[in-house]
């Protein structure tokens, strides 16, 4: 599974956009998420649509994001990561 590019990333706008606006996560490259200095974030692109790589504690946990009901629960992960940290 290949890291999403630049077409991917576009329909995953409004998702990217709330996740930039939370607190704690670097962007250095589109997509792609650092907090606490570690990766921590970021999409990938195949057939069976687009998914997003989230570290919970030292584990990553994948998460379909092709479609509203997976953007809406990745980002509810992320609301428990940034207030657990």
């Known amino acids: 599974m ?4 630049a077409a991917a990333l576009a329909t995953l706008k409004d998702l990217l956009d709330a996740i930039r606006a939370r607190a704690g996560a670097r962007e ?4 792609v998420f650092y907090r606490k200095g ?3 974030l ?3 692109e ?3 649509g687009l998914f997003a790589d ?3 504690e030292s584990e ?3 998460f379909p994001v092709s ?3 997976g953007q809406t629960a990745l980002l509810a992960e992320i609301d428990r990561a940034i207030s657990r940290n």
């Open 28 to 31: 250095p490259r589109p997509g």
């Open 67 to 69: 479609d509203a009901p």
């Open 46 to 48: 195949d057939a069976a």
């Open 2 to 5: 290949k890291h999403a590019g």
């Open 54 to 56: 989230l570290r919970l």
């Open 38 to 40: 570690k990766a921590w």
């Open 60 to 62: 990553w946990q994948r």
């Open 42 to 44: 970021h999409f990938h």
